[in-house]
């Protein structure tokens, strides 16, 4: 689940000159595994994600339909990530996370109606402070750890 505010700045008032936009928003993410017992503890994300870098770039321009390629950088800025930064023995101790997120998108809009397609690679990475292993609370022991997402996204929307 996320929700952002986006600013989108028009470099030149032609058709096909890319438009950069800008965004920051709030994002929750759950990660669960079903099995008993757990290999890994469950995941939830909540982060703060700031847009450092987005273009999208007209490939056609009628009067009514139009097509928009985009790509985007983010940097995640994450507050928690639930029961693995757990201190006992189901998760791995308090951890510094951090997260980047990379995506492209296809745009088709009609009138004020759109439909866009996207592919993003979100990437977090860890590193736990050891303390809770270190003085013996029983929490599994890790340096750090990576986890990566590939997925594909479907969105249909009005625009006003």
């Not at 983010?74 to 308090?94: H, K």
């Not at 998108?105 to 996207?118: C, D, E, K, P, T």
């Not at 022991?141 to 996204?153: C, F, K, N, R, S």
């Amino acid at each position: 689940l996320e929700g952002d505010l986006r600013y989108r700045w028009q470099l030149w008032d032609h058709p096909y000159v890319s438009d950069l936009v800008f965004s920051v928003g709030l994002g929750l993410m759950r990660f669960e595994i079903d099995a008993d017992p757990l290999p890994l503890p469950n995941i939830r994300y909540s982060y703060l994600r700031l847009g450092l870098l987005a273009v999208e770039q007209p490939l056609y321009v009628g009067q009514r339909l139009s097509v928009v390629f985009g790509g985007q950088l983010a940097y995640l800025i994450v507050f928690g990530a639930g029961e693995i930064e757990a201190s006992d023995s189901s998760g791995f101790g308090a951890a510094d996370i951090g997260g980047v997120d990379l995506g492209a998108s296809l745009r088709v809009s009609y009138a004020s109606f759109y439909a866009s397609l996207g592919l993003s690679y979100r990437r977090f990475f860890y590193t736990f402070d050891r303390l809770c292993a270190i003085e013996g609370q029983g929490c599994a022991e890790a340096g750090g750890a990576l986890e990566e997402i590939t997925d594909v996204t479907v969105l249909f929307g009005y625009r006003m």
